[in-house]
């Protein structure tokens, strides 16, 4: 395989932009750092975390958190609230577990959606974060750039990969794959 453009022009690392399977996403996935802070801002003014640093409202604080979304809200490590963050932090949460069989898919268009608002709002910063911050939360911020910013989901695991190491389950990466397609569809029709 040679290399490709994508929409962006940019080139795909001998990945089919459009038609990427999961053995090619988890090779390039596995390329690069394979280690990970606290925290890594992976998008202007989006920082994706663990639960150590949602734990840390004072090093939020200083990092200028505005948002929260947590990728494994009720959970018993990531028990985040409202009432935790307090009345500076607007939060939201998705109850997502980090299995294969887990349907994240339906968090993709809401959680895109409370991201996008969050960044278009004048000098907000937000932070998802899930356990460990590489798979739950990962997806989401994948999602949203291949929602808002049409990014392919190569391009989006690139983009990522530049500041922090990522690496969704497999389930997640099929239900990336079937947006990746249904988006690329639908850009072709209009």
Aim: charged share 20%; glycine share 6%; with cysteine.
């Amino acid at each position: 395989m040679g290399s490709h453009k994508s929409s962006n022009g940019e080139n795909c690392l001998s990945i089919p932009c459009e038609s990427p399977n999961i053995e090619q996403l988890e090779d390039m996935l596995h390329e690069g750092q394979l280690s990970c802070n606290h925290v890594d801002e992976v998008w202007p003014n989006l920082f994706l975390g663990n639960m150590y640093m949602s734990h840390d409202r004072y090093g939020l604080w200083r990092l200028g958190i505005t948002h929260v979304l947590n990728a494994a809200h009720g959970k018993m490590c990531c028990k985040g609230s409202d009432d935790f963050y307090g009345t500076t932090v607007k939060y939201y949460g998705v109850a997502a577990n980090d299995l294969p069989t887990f349907d994240m898919s339906v968090f993709f268009y809401p959680s895109s959606k409370y991201i996008h608002q969050a960044l278009s709002t004048a000098g907000a910063k937000i932070f998802v974060h899930c356990a460990v911050g590489v798979s739950r939360s990962a997806t989401l911020v994948l999602a949203y750039l291949m929602i808002y910013h049409d990014y392919t989901l190569v391009d989006a695991i690139q983009k990522v990969k530049e500041k922090r190491w990522i690496f969704p389950n497999r389930g997640f990466l099929r239900q990336l794959i079937t947006l990746n397609s249904k988006l690329q569809r639908k850009s072709q029709n209009e």
